[in-house]
């Protein structure tokens, strides 16, 4: 059976949305969660939610890393942290995986040191499935690797086709290097150069995507710096929350708009759940030799229940076999 | 009377779209605009236009820079180009402005290049007021600079703070840095380096701004690198466009929905209206020796409009003078 570490302390709700989600994910799942994190605490909250007793066990661990603490001093200072408890787990192979909404930067700091890279990956990437026009894309690395070199990127491109071809059954996907024009003199240097390695590769490259292009859904695979794809994602988060709240305030001005935004709850709550990050679940650190699932720092029970849902697919998929035969392929290592 | 030059052939839709938007703003204001570009294509586009004859003038130009056309290349081969003429006229004074929905590379180059940058300024770099909740944000670079260097990113600051100052009348306008995180640890070298710059200022600094908070509003002015800025720019115009298809798609699907769109039609236009491009006009290109404004490259007639007004704000609001002024106060040179 599957068994899957679920850090119950990380998120900006924990432990109590983690430990319903696990719940959640127990009544749906046909795998083993192991709840890592405040034993006592943790109990007292499983108690209060209708669960599967055969498929929930616990893992006390007495520290806590918060959300804003740094990530390497803390990893290296707390060693009885859920989020290092949790990753030695997977190191010793007591689990199949690690899902948490924790601080993302702790995450990819303890899986990076512990887990160590697969052969040819120098650092891991966050690969994330946004919604577009036309579906699903990939966009990686969306803040694990601030700097990253122009090999890197090619790295992420390799692992970000394979895990769309897998997860998603894309038979060859489009990968495009997120830019901010289309032709080749484009650009940072870093850019330039990694377009020269996708080029000679044998990846289904397009060149340059642009950011104006990226919801319509074009590209199967986008692949960008860390740093760039952190800002990309949150400053849609941050638009879509702007602009809810000032669709809000506009239909609640007068009587008539407010009638027709009853009528209209259908066509929003259809493109709030095709935009809700809830619904896709946790996102993978891709390159680690291991299986981690980074869930919203702001995740409700349904997301923490989807991103362990990702991480049985991440298992089932053999994806890490098959980015190792990818990277073999395109000579990385 | 003020006088502005209008690069005629700029924009997607050139010349009709700018000769429409010249008329507009030849009845809204008190000013002399002169339409740069092929005299003959003016001339009969004007005459099918209502335009005040007192302020409206054509300069012939005979070469056109395409929309995507390297941008250093072409500006040093077309010499005749309605850009190169039109920078040309504001270098020998014949005109106080510059206002161009062109190639964005192909105007920065030829400013940075004929009018030289303001003293203390490296590089030149383009603000863009950004609708939030709370009323507009000023974010530079969105994409003149690419290669940024931190005390690049300091004179940004100034000069942006300098422009919500007098334009927008913002007493001690907030500035922070565009970062992936809030703790000072966050970030590139540059980043890090450039905050040391700005707290050892006289700026009003609230340190790192993460783009979750951006279209929150909690910053008058934004500072970034040219490709993170055009990113965020142009991420948040897919993301929009996307919405709206998705919305329009969902909307039409079945009857009540579809009444309660007409019904609520007020307040999405009043949404649209907040978030639209062609009301806020054009973006100035910060730091040159000279007042050029950018407009985006799919601009209607009424951003074209709207782009002329911008230019005579930043004419009237004296804002170089103050730059000079501040930048010494800064001790920038």
Redesign the interface.
Known sequence: MIRVALDAMGGDRAPRVVVEGAAWASREFDCQIILVGKERNIKKLLNKTDYNKQRISIRNATEVIGM?E?AAKTVRSKKQSSISVGIEMLKEKEVDAFVSAGNT?AVVCAAALKLRTLPGIERPGIGILMP??KGPCLIIDV?AN??TTPEQLFQYGIMGTSYVKHILGVSKPTVGL?N????E?K???LLKTARKIFEKSNLNFVGNV????????KIDVVVCE???G??????????????S???KI??T??L??K??????????R??RK??DYSEHGGAPLLGVDGRVIIAHGSSNAKAIKNAVRASIEYIKHKLNKHFIEELRKENVY
Chains 1, 2 share one sequence.
């Open positions: 804003d740094p930067g577009t026009l803040g601030i700097d997120l901010i024009g289309q032709e003199s650009g940072t240097v642009e950011a104006k292009d990226f919801y319509l859904g860390g740093f760039v952190n800002i990309l994602l949150k400053v849609t988060e941050s638009f879509a929350e702007a602009s709240k000032l669709l506009e239909l001005k007068s008539l708009p009638i027709g935004a009853i009528l209209s709850l259908s066509a929003f259809a493109i095709k935009i």
